[in-house]
């Protein structure tokens, strides 16, 4: 037995080979999770380290720990619009997905492990799901950029699709000891899993986002280690209740991100260094935990079930449940090749090791040697892929500085970075120039590492970051300023006011923000609005309507110029209406409204 102070060395150790593995992972480009493997090999019974461990129970225990606290980093920064724009492909993969790709493979495993059909669908299952924390990594850190819904398919399906592989693995097990009928009580149990662990995980998803936000903690950093127990409560309760622990703790991050929890900033810095944590010791001791020369024995056989599982089982899954969402062929192509597997599948290998199933040791091997086929083969090519099929889209460079809001109170506002390059919409334009917001600043201009203080005549160019403090309330206006100049824009909320100056150019907010005034270009609000409104009229809340929006004076100087506009985007139906009554009307392009009409 080694003693504590072994234990923390080791610990160290371990660690500082992680970082060191993930610096050679970047440069070489090999998958990390591989990388640890080996370095949990290596310092295993077997390897160079001599370390002995083989205590499945405690691996398991792990894993599961670690697994929890990466699907609850996965889950803060993951937002509502991935979820709306992903949840019905992602939805249909994480289930029926995983049950085609565990019912092939498990079909070809005992075929050619000679297993029985019930062991090689058991062995199916355990390798039937991708693993959210190689699938976040790849897509988040490893150098891979496409677009936001195939990225948010991949992400929301990964980080969705632990409970159905649970689900099968559990079941299949207790079918083989016989704890469970094969039929009723496998769909009890599936129920079970999937909608208390939805129950549970929104309900304290939704409890803790209350709690973090009207709390009141002395010491900032009590916030990120409350969101760690409020995700830590939701799996552990779920489990209690016979859900799916790992599907409720990833729906109450999503849920408490989403939220903007006080200190949120510190939460998901917080959060990325725990993850990372786990990643490197939780791969590093499942590599303690396997032998190379049980690997060995068990290579063939793994490497045509790795075939089947790669070029066969999770393709024919991904055409037959994606396909209907509209996505093109090259888009399902590349979604069949990120069926990255990872610490689930070594995991859940431990469980037939716990049950003391026969031939548990061949499946635990073959699983091994089946994940380090799946990060090798499929990470590694992964940007080559994606470059292949030409799905990159630009990446976004990191700003060379970043500013933050630091409050342990609520605050109404958010710091942006936005990446300048040559299709950016604000290219080459002054600041003074870019019909932003009222409210909205320009705190700093990034060039090279060159910090540039803004001012109205300084020019945005190709390559700068620009750090903008704004409301979240107007983001929608200064995403379209920022936008790309052949990017299909995005529409602007119906019905909702945004504060503009009156100082802004008519030609400057046609540009931007995609609206015709049917005004001479080079006048402002200010001349445009006193041009349409008679003097005597002329008050806070006068209105006029153009066919694509509605202008309101929201601020007049002791001299009658407008200092603040209201801009307000009509919907449809009410800019038809517009522009039918304008068509008859004869007093032109606009028309002037009355605070009370």
């Known amino acids: 037995m080694l003693s504590i102070e072994t234990l923390i060395l080791i610990t160290g150790i371990l660690l500082l080979l992680g970082i060191a593995s993930n610096k050679f992972s970047a440069r070489m480009g090999v ?29 398991h225990g792990i894993g599961t720990v670690a697994l929890c606290l990466i699907l609850f980093d996965g889950g803060i920064r993951t937002p509502f619009q991935s979820i709306r724009s992903a949840w019905k492909p992602a939805g249909v993969l994480a289930t029926v997905g995983v ?119 002395d010491a900032a950093g009590l916030y990120p280690v409350m969101a760690t127990a409020l995700g830590l409560f939701s799996f552990g ?118 049950a003391d199933l026969e031939g548990a040791s061949v499946m635990f091997d073959t699983v091994f040697f089946v994940v380090l086929v799946s990060a090798l083969v499929q990470g590694w090519t992964l940007p080559a892929v994606a470059r292949y099929l030409k799905l990159e889209v630009p990446t976004r460079l990191p700003p060379p500085v970043t500013l933050e809001i630091s409050s342990l109170r609520n605050v109404d506002g958010d710091i942006v970075d936005y990446f300048v390059d040559e299709e950016c919409q604000a290219a080459g334009c002054m600041l003074k120039q870019l019909a932003l917001p009222d409210g909205v600043v ?34 929608a206006l200064v995403d379209r300023v920022f936008a790309h ?38 006048a402002t609000l200010d001349q445009t609005l006193r041009d349409r409104i008679a003097k005597e009229d002329l008050k806070v809340g006068s209105a006029v309507r153009y066919e694509q929006i509605m202008l309101t004076v929201r601020g007049l100087s002791s001299d009658g110029t407008i200092e603040y506009v209201g801009m307000t985007i009509l919907p449809v139906a009410a800019a038809k209406v517009t522009t039918d009554a304008n068509d008859k009307s004869d007093e032109g392009p606009g028309k002037s409204e009355s605070p009370d009409s």
């Open 442 to 475: 320009i705190a700093l201009i990034v060039r090279d590492e060159q910090i540039i203080p803004p001012q109205g005549g300084s020019m945005l160019l190709s390559g700068d970051h620009a750090i903008v403090v704004l409301r979240p309330q107007v983001r």
């Open 99 to 217: 049950f085609i790709t565990a019912l092939i493979t498990g079909l070809a495993a005992a075929w050619i492990l000679g297993l029985t059909v019930l062991q090689g669908l058991l062995l199916g299952s355990i390798v039937g799901s991708t693993d959210a924390s190689v699938v976040f990594s790849v897509l988040r850190g490893g150098g891979v950029n496409i677009r936001p819904k195939l990225a948010n398919t991949l992400e929301v399906e990964s980080g969705s699709n632990d409970p159905m592989a649970i689900f099968l693995t559990i079941g299949l097990i207790q079918v083989l000891t016989g704890e469970v009928p094969l039929g009723i009580g496998l769909v009890t149990l599936f129920l079970n899993q999937i909608i208390l662990g939805t129950i549970v995980g929104l309900f304290v998803g939704w409890a803790g986002s209350l709690i973090l936000r009207y709390i009141r903690l």
């Open 31 to 59: 998958p990390v999770l591989f990388v640890f493997l080996v370095v949990g090999m290596l310092a295993g019974s077997e390897g160079l380290g001599g370390i002995e461990f083989e205590n499945y129970s405690m691996a």
């Open 485 to 522: 100049r052949k990017s299909p824009p995005k529409e602007l909320p119906a019905e909702f006011e945004f504060p503009l100056r009156g100082s802004i150019k008519v030609h400057d907010l046609e540009q931007f923000y995609g609206v015709k005034l049917d005004a001479e270009m080079g």
């Open 237 to 354: 309760f779920a489990a209690q209740l016979g859900g799916s622990g790992f599907l409720a703790v990833y729906l109450t991050g999503i849920v408490i991100g989403n939220q903007r929890p006080v200190f949120h900033r510190g939460i998901l810095l917080f959060h990325d260094v725990i993850a990372w944590i786990c990643q490197i010791l939780m791969f590093t001791a499942l590599g303690i935990l396997s032998f190379p020369s049980r690997l060995v024995e068990v290579a063939v056989p793994a490497i045509l079930i790795s075939i089947v599982l790669i070029f066969v089982a999770r393709p024919i899954a991904v055409f037959l449940c994606a396909a209907p969402f509209k996505f093109a062929f090259r888009e399902l192509t590349f979604l069949s090749w990120v069926g990255l597997k990872g610490a689930v599948p070594i995991t859940l290998a431990t469980f037939p090791m716990l």
